[in-house]
């Protein structure tokens, strides 16, 4: 069946991937490598697995390629990691007792040290196998598959066994892999995460910086999944809200020590003062401890959650450098029970564990081996316990990552216990077979609420809901931090009230009480706007200022309404002031004079025509039409000396008529025999004035004060000595100076040409 063709599948993966075969016999069941064993375990009716790093490396080792390698030496203890794996097993034994989940069964489980990340194909493998003792004896037995995996804490170790583990529909419940890239269901169709994914967190990171007026920050990550994922989401989000990254660099905990150099200077060299450093806590303390060691001191560092809360910073070199730091993290929780529990451990409750016996001689120095004196410590003497011994592991102050572990378990719990109820009634048949694909559906649709209050839940990605809290590291003392909550995110709130502070004192970078300033231009001024600087990112500017008639507030200069002004300074629009044009100043009286030359100028041409008046250009002309137009123009002209005042529409309406007048009269000339050409001259005139009156309308419209009426009265005078200039003085040359044209003869010899 198919449940055969999976352990089959799973010893051939099991072959390639655990080691070669040991010598193969006929007809037996034969061990194909030597499986791992997990760390800590209980048989149950049902298993649940978890993967945690209790060490954080492994001794290095030269391989001789001639034997199987053995399995490497771990090092370097990390607490909060046994933190999480025994809050698992609190949770498993509070289900076991509690009779309202899975009252006819009993919860088990295995749980694997992954070494720091090294061995984690194996612990997977190993997991889904089943196989362990049962092989020993020759005798193959139904292998005890797990229901679900708790783990992994990191993402990227993540990505890479949840892929595997998906083939074989088994869900994986991660508390603490954050990677918005884990949400893509097609890749991983079997993660769920109590933790919210980085899609919200990098947005929330953006938001806050914004809020805080912080436009030009650096950004700095980790060179893993979680970090260049993260900041690349940061980034995007934060140029949609108008923040500018001065640089991004990413970099390695384990990497070379130059590329840290080049990081630092980097930092060094840039102007701005907030760093938001989206990395795990390896690469924060190696960060800070070089800044520190540059006196850089400074700096407003912006945390992700993967180290902003981990207080085994607080005891390293780099403590007073991460003050004022802050950063979102998952919800505080307490988990009534835990620290008793925790207090109470003793090696000889996992007497097969060797980690747990090396976690006692840590934490008490000393030994537990008997004659052994390889570490030349005392011998533990039986009295030693837990309950006065502070550190990571027995620290429950600040619980948010462990309570994710607490959660994935009664997750776990709840879609067994609802795949049991549905399925099978309440009584439970403890022989029935599981299939994984029926838990994976149960998990996905699970929605209870914990005795503690908080709802747990999955959307259809298997991503929580979520819920931050913005925390701030403050130091209480000279080696003491402590971490402060000063406001949330909630990502289901609406747009706009996602991020709610609420009145704590902040301690900002370096302990400093002001809020740092980290931008690249101080914003404009009343009265300028922005001008963008070629080639540098939109947060760098010059402030220019507004033109005349725009003022601005902020940021944009904007025009002021039709009747108003802006004044000086232009950061206000004023009522446009009633200039008056007087003689007394040097235009006023430069118009005053042009006007009364063109009021001489056509009363001369009047007296020239009056005194000629019998000669046959002035009688071809229409006589009486052309002394007409003369004493209009010259009422056009001295009729602009009132305005140097009032009256300018009665103006404009006269100049009108004037105009018909003119249209009329080339009408009238249309039909007079065209060897007097006044036809052409009058169209010229009136192209004149017409090019006179199109360009005025803007000007007028477009001058301020006394101006206005200055451009009026250039109007009117260009336009009138337009109509005098084409229509007159030509004729006056011709009868002043070319009398012998002025003839009868002439003027028809001239059409008969
Ligand atoms: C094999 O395992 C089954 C069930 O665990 C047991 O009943 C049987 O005695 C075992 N056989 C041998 C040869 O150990
Ligand atoms: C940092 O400052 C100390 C004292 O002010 C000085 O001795 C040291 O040389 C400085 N280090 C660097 C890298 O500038
Ligand atoms: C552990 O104990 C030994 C002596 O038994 C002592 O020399 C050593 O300093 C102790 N180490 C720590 C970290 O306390
Ligand atoms: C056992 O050792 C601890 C120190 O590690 C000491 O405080 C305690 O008194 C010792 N108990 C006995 C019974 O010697
Ligand atoms: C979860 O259950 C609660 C009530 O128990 C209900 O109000 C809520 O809508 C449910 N959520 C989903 C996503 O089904
Ligand atoms: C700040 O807000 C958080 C979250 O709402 C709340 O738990 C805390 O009590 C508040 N603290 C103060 C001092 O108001
Ligand atoms: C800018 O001016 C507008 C309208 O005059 C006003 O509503 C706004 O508050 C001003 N903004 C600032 C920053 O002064």
């Not at 006692?360 to 316990?385: D, M």
């Not at 914990?450 to 990605?461: A, K, W, Y």
């Not at 991503?463 to 003491?480: C, F, G, H, K, M």
């Not at 011709?734 to 044209?741: L, R, S, V, Y």
Request: with cysteine; aromatic share 12%.
């Amino acid at each position: 069946g198919p449940g055969q063709c999976t352990v089959s599948m799973l010893l051939l993966l099991g072959l390639l991937l655990i080691g070669p075969p040991a010598q193969a016999e006929d007809s037996k069941c034969t061990l194909l490598g030597r499986a791992q064993l997990p760390e800590l375990s209980k048989d149950g009716d049902m298993l649940i697995g978890g993967i945690f790093s209790f060490h954080t490396g492994q001794e290095a080792d030269i391989q001789s390629f001639t034997t199987i390698p053995k399995p490497l030496p771990c090092k370097n203890v990390n607490f909060r990691e046994f933190q999480f794996a025994l809050t698992m097993i609190f949770a498993i034994e509070e289900i076991n007792r509690n009779s309202e989940i899975l009252p006819h069964a009993f919860l088990g489980y295995k749980i694997y040290n992954d070494c720091g990340t090294s061995n984690i194909m194996r612990a997977a493998l190993a997991l889904v196998n089943g196989q362990d003792q049962a092989i020993h004896s020759n005798n193959c037995t139904q292998p005890d598959t797990v229901q679900a995996i708790i783990g992994h804490s990191g993402s990227t170790p993540t990505i890479g066994f949840a892929t595997v583990i998906g083939r074989f529909h088994i869900p994986v419940v991660s508390h603490f892999a954050t990677c918005a890239c884990l949400s893509n269901r097609k890749e991983f169709p079997t993660f769920f995460r109590t933790i919210p994914s980085d899609y919200y967190q990098s947005r929330a990171l953006a938001q806050l910086v914004k809020h805080f007026g912080w436009t030009w920050v650096g950004a700095v990550s980790s060179n893993n999944d979680y970090g260049i994922n993260g900041i690349a989401t940061f980034m995007q989000v934060a140029q949609q809200e108008g923040v500018c990254v001065e640089y991004s660099e990413a970099f390695d905990s384990t990497g070379p020590y130059s590329v840290l150099l080049r990081i630092v200077s980097v930092i060094k060299r840039s102007t701005s003062k907030v760093i938001m450093a989206f990395m795990t806590h390896r690469e924060i303390k190696v960060l800070v401890e070089e800044t520190e060691r540059q006196n850089i001191t400074d700096i407003q560092w912006i945390g992700s959650d993967a180290w902003i809360t981990d207080t085994s910073l607080t005891n390293s070199k780099g403590n007073k450098a991460l003050v004022g730091a802050i950063g979102f993290v998952v919800s505080k929780a307490q988990i009534p029970g835990l620290q008793n529990y925790l207090q109470r451990l003793h090696p000889s409750h996992f007497p097969q564990s060797s980690f747990v016996r090396e976690f006692w001689e840590i934490v008490f120095n000393c030994t537990l081996a008997t004659g052994s004196k390889k570490y030349q410590k005392r011998p533990c003497n039986g009295s030693e316990n837990l309950e006065n011994v502070q550190n990571q592991f027995t620290d429950v102050s600040d619980l948010r990552f462990t309570n994710n572990v607490y959660k994935a378990v009664y997750a776990v719990a709840h879609a067994l216990h609802n795949l049991y109820t549905y399925e099978h009634g309440y009584g439970f048949d403890s022989s029935s077979t599981l299939p994984p694909w029926k838990v994976l559906h149960y998990l996905q649709t699970v929605n209870f609420t914990l005795e503690t209050g908080e709802e747990v839940l999955f959307d259809s990605n298997g991503d929580s809901p979520a819920r931050y809290d913005l925390i701030n590291l403050q130091n209480v003392d000279e080696s003491t931090m402590q971490v402060a909550t000063i406001g949330y995110y909630d990502a289901s709130l609406p747009q706009g009230q996602q991020f709610i502070m609420n009145n704590t004192n902040i301690v900002w970078g370096g302990g400093s009480k002001e809020v740092p300033v980290s931008v690249c231009s101080e914003s404009c001024p009343p009265g300028t706007r922005k001008a963008v600087q070629k080639g540098k990112p939109v947060c760098c500017y010059d402030c220019v200022p507004c033109a005349e008639g725009e003022i601005s507030n902020a940021t944009d200069c904007i025009k002021c309404q039709s009747e108003y002004w802006s004044n000086i300074r232009r950061d206000a629009c004023v009522l446009k002031e009633i200039e008056f044009l007087s003689y007394g100043d040097l235009m006023g009286l430069l118009l005053a004079l042009f006007s009364l030359i063109g009021a001489f100028f056509t009363t001369g041409v009047g007296l020239i025509f009056y005194y000629h008046r019998h000669t046959p250009i002035v009688r071809a002309n229409n006589t009486e039409l052309s002394f007409l137009l003369l004493f209009s123009l010259t009422l056009c002209f001295l009729c602009s000396l009132t305005f140097i005042a009032v009256g300018f529409w009665a103006v404009l309406g006269y100049i009108g008529l004037l105009s018909a007048l003119c249209f009329v009269l080339a009408f009238l000339a249309r039909k007079l025999p065209d060897n007097f050409n006044e036809a052409k001259f009058i169209t010229f005139s009136m192209l004149i004035f017409c090019a006179v009156w199109i360009t005025f309308i803007p000007a007028y419209v477009s001058s301020p004060g006394k101006f206005t009426v200055a451009v009026e009265i250039f109007a009117i005078l260009a336009s009138s000595s337009g109509l005098l200039f084409c229509n007159f003085i030509p004729k006056c040359y011709f009868i002043i100076f070319k009398p012998e044209k002025n003839t009868k003869k002439a003027l028809m010899g001239k059409a008969s040409k």
